[in-house]
């Protein structure tokens, strides 16, 4: 309820939940990895993989998927499989909560900078 509140308050500084970063993806990094999709459109469709699964971690929502059908009724011995899924999902949430940190952290020093100027 914070950031919802938050960007209602401060629209200048908070950016919205669906608003696409507007600083170098590069600054203030030295090196930076680019995420990469690994599972394609037509494998995440063969798969019908619902919409709100095709994300980065779609490759393992595949294979946990596949696995789930494979050993039906004994999908307890998929547990691996989830584990790895479930994990991703998460550090992909912690990765989206530091770009939005930092999209707000930048909005704020920009702000600050043009007060000054």
């Known amino acids: 309820m914070g950031n919802a509140l938050d960007h209602y308050m401060k629209p200048d500084v ?13 600054l203030g990094f030295e090196s930076r990895k680019e995420r ?4 394609t459109q037509e494998e995440m469709e ?3 993989l619902p919409l709100d699964a095709r994300d980065y971690c779609a490759h393992l929502a595949i294979a946990y998927q596949a696995c789930r059908t494979d050993k039906f009724p004994f999908v307890y011995q998929c547990a691996h499989q989830k584990h790895e899924y479930l994990t991703c999902e998460y550090e992909d949430y912690v990765l989206r909560m530091k770009e939005f940190e930092r999209e707000r952290r930048l909005l704020e020093r920009q ?3 043009n007060k000054a100027a």
């Open 46 to 48: 063969s798969a019908k």
């Open 111 to 113: 702000k600050r900078l």
């Open 14 to 26: 908070v950016p919205g939940p669906d608003v696409v970063t507007t600083f170098d993806p590069m």
């Open 36 to 39: 990469v999709m690994i599972a």
